[in-house]
Each structure stands twice: as C-alpha cells, then as structure tokens.
C-alpha cells in the first residue's frame, strides 16, 4: 500500500498466525464448519505452490508453506527471500490445525481423505530438513538434531553466524506438535506398516530434539525464543509462550517446574502491542492466569466504533517510540484476526485440548457463569454453569462415542445420569464409556440430597 491506497500488508495471508488465528475460535465454539474455508486455502491454494517451493528452492520432499500467500492461484513462493522467508516453523503451523479439525469431530474420514495427506506433506519436508547431514554431528556437542537456519517470529531476521537462528522455540514446539500428529493419524487409520520408515525417522527425530530454551530473567527461569536470548526483550508476538499455544505441550496439566517456568514467562514477557490481543491472552488462559478484567480494559481500548477490536501500541523499547501514534493501526481497516477473540472466553470456561475436561480453569470464584455447547477434543459438546464459588451441574453430548474424561470440579462423589440409569463417581478425576449421541448429566451427590 501507497500511504492511504491500498490495503495493510498488500492485503496478502501471512501464516505466522495471523491467518491461521481467526480460526482458533471455531472449534470449541462449536463451529468447525467455518474451519472449512481454511482447509480449502491449505489445500487448494498453498500445498501445489509449497510442494513446488520445497523441490525446487530446498531440493526436498513434500511441502515448505510460505511466509505469506494471496486468495489466487500462485505459480511461485509470493515471499520467497530470507527473513521472514526462513520462518520453517510455518509449515507445522499451517497444517496443525488439520489435525485439530480431526480431534475435536473425530471425522475419519476427514482425517483420510482431507487432512493426513497434507499433514504428511509438512512432515517429509521437515524430516529432509532436519536430518541434512550439517544438523547434527560432533561439531554441535551434543547428540540432536538442530532445525536451523530459522527465523524466531518477527523478532531476528538471519544473524551472522546464526547465532539466533537455531532451534528456535516456535520451531521445536510446532515440529513436536506435527509429528505427533503424524504419528497418531497413522495408527488411527491404521497405515503404520505402510509408514514405517517416514514414521521412524519422525521418531528418532522426537528422540533427538534440543530442550526449549531458558534464561535466567528477574522473575526467575523463563522460556525464551532462542538461545542467547534476553529475556526483558520486547517482543512482536508472544513467541516465548508458544509450547503453552498454539504448541499445547504446556499448562495446567504440567509438571510443577515446567508449570512455574511457564508462568514466570508469561509475568516477565514484554510485548509492544500489534500481535498479541488474541494471542497472548489466550496463553494466559491456558495457564489459568488471565486477569480478566484486565483482559477487559484491553478490549475496550482496541475496540472501534464499529464493534470490531484493532491492535494497538502496548509499549516502547521495542519497535516503537513514545512519539508513535498509539492507535495508528486502527487506520488500517477491519482486523479480521482479532474476530477469535471469543476463543479467549471459552478456554476461562472450559478446557479439555488434551483429552480431559477442567471446568472454569480460569474464572473467578465470586462470578456467575454458565455456557452451552462448547466443543472439545473427543467431540464433545459441554455445558455447565457455576454460582455460588461452584460448579452447579455439568452436561456432556458424546457425538462420537469417545471415553469421557473429567477432573471433577467437586470434592465429593458425583452422580452420573444417562439413558440407562445412574451411576456414582469418585476421584479427582475419572473417565466415562459413552455412546455416539449419548447424553451424560453430573451433579455432586450432596446436591442430589
């Protein structure tokens, strides 16, 4: 664009989230036919000019997706330069949401015919790339492999002597994300004599991957996007909380230690404003840390006459000054990007991504709150509502049949009603048989009483 003609950005998909985040919302708002029109772009638009880019730039298989596209048929890489153009974690980040199609429908068939053969594609490139001879070896002192050159999101372009380009956290947690994925779609439809060697070389390469990077920051040991890193930079986007989101390889659910580390990274993090108003507050509601009134006051200072929210500066020392026009990006049309913000909401209500359902992880005690109909992996639509400092009752559709899994929300026994009867349930968690359509109701039993 030409100062006031033309569109932000040449109006083009970038795929270091921004494409991909408005469609965070669609799963567990239970609409994951509006996750469709993705499908299709990944599909139909970016795999033909991926796989050409990964063959012809790289001399590799299956597909290296690019740093930005157009909704038109493409002959080449449109950002083909390095920069931005090396950001390899871009490909796992484009097809991952492919996967999460699959685990929150348990559509088969979608997963056989639409989503595991792109999915494969990321995975060949990937492996060819990460197994290059120069990736590993005695020169790097230890026995893993290393995902470099690569570019740390909107923070290092290439360095000399790449001494930010290697292993960034982006990189290591999306790659884990994908050929995991791989690896379960594979014994899902049950191929894994025909996936063998691709599998085994995505195994040894799990096997062999760096840690995440730390550092010692004034909050104590904190995630960074890189190693070297310092960890008071301010940062673009909130790179240093991606094994929280999109990676899901941290939360509530983790260890203590890795739980503490991540919630020091998120209290130390700095973030200039512009990429972080979905993003950010969604990694925080992983943790179980949002302050929601605070996330509050952030939306209505981004927030546009016409009901939509912007991005707007945050702070100095990164890319801005104290001169910077704070709101300058409002002037640059509709921020489709920050329509997820919904997703913020729903994972304070409930979250249940890695198979087990919590219960309002992320809301205050003293608020009422009831929802209906939220999605979560298993294909499962969840009600609930909480008053009075508690979980009133619970409802669960099994659309698939799947087992139930639940970190029960009361101290007490609970009561389990279905077609057949009723049942009690006891522990800190338990897990549930359903049948397709099935519903199940849960009360404590001092309620019952």
């Not at 400092?389 to 049949?401: D, F, H, Y």
């Not at 009361?410 to 800190?428: F, H, R, Y």
Request: proline fraction near 6%; charge should be negative; include cysteine.
């Amino acid at each position: 664009s030409y100062e006031k003609i033309g569109t932000a950005w040449h109006g083009d998909y970038h795929l270091n989230y921004n494409t991909q985040q408005p469609f965070w919302v669609t799963f567990s708002s239970n609409h994951t036919d509006l996750h469709l029109p993705y499908v299709d772009l990944v599909e139909h638009t970016l795999l033909p000019v991926s796989k050409k880019w990964a063959k012809e730039y790289y001399n590799m298989r299956g597909a290296f997706f690019p740093h930005s596209a157009y909704p038109v048929e493409m002959t080449m890489n449109p950002y083909p330069v390095p920069g931005w153009g090396w950001e390899v974690f871009e490909t796992p980040w484009a097809v991952q949401s492919l996967w999460w199609h699959y685990t929150y429908t348990m559509d088969k068939e979608f997963l056989e015919k639409r989503a595991f053969g792109i999915i494969k594609e990321a995975v060949l490139f990937l492996v060819d790339y990460i197994k290059r001879p120069d990736t590993r070896g005695k020169q790097w002192g230890d026995d893993n492999y290393h995902i470099y050159p690569s570019v740390p999101p909107e923070l290092y372009g290439p360095r000399p002597g790449f001494d930010k380009n290697i292993d960034t956290i982006a990189d290591l947690t999306l790659t884990k994300f994908v050929f995991n994925a791989y690896l379960q779609a594979c014994k899902i439809l049950e191929i894994e004599g025909n996936e063998q060697y691709l599998a085994g070389d995505v195994k040894d390469i799990l096997a062999h991957l760096s840690d995440y990077p730390k550092a010692k920051s004034k909050r104590g040991e904190v995630f960074v996007t890189v190693k070297g890193e310092n960890p008071e930079v301010v940062y673009n986007v909130p790179a240093s909380l991606m094994t929280v989101f999109p990676g899901e390889d941290h939360g509530l659910d983790s260890s203590a230690k890795e739980y503490e580390i991540a919630v020091n990274t998120y209290r130390n993090q700095q973030n200039e404003g512009g990429n972080e108003l979905v993003f950010l507050n969604a990694q925080a509601a992983r943790l179980g840390i949002l302050d929601i009134e605070k996330f509050k006051r952030q939306i209505e200072y981004c927030l546009l006459p016409n009901g939509t929210c912007t991005d707007k500066v945050l702070q100095i020392h990164g890319r801005y000054r104290n001169t910077t026009k704070f709101g300058y990006m409002a002037e640059m049309g509709i921020w489709f990007e920050n329509f997820s913000l919904p997703f913020v909401i729903n994972e304070c209500l409930l979250q249940g991504y890695n198979g087990e359902l919590r219960f309002f992880p992320n809301w205050p005690k003293e608020k009422e709150a009831e929802f209906r109909s939220l999605r979560t992996v298993g294909a499962f639509l969840v009600s609930a509502k909480h008053s009075d400092g508690q979980v009133k009752w619970i409802e669960v559709l099994s659309e698939a049949g799947e087992p139930l899994t639940i970190i029960s929300p009361w101290e007490s026994p609970v009561v389990c009603k279905n077609g057949a009867g009723e049942k009690i349930l006891k522990g800190e968690n338990f897990t549930v048989k359903t049948k397709p359509g099935e519903l199940l109701q849960l009360i404590p039993v001092q309620q019952k009483e």
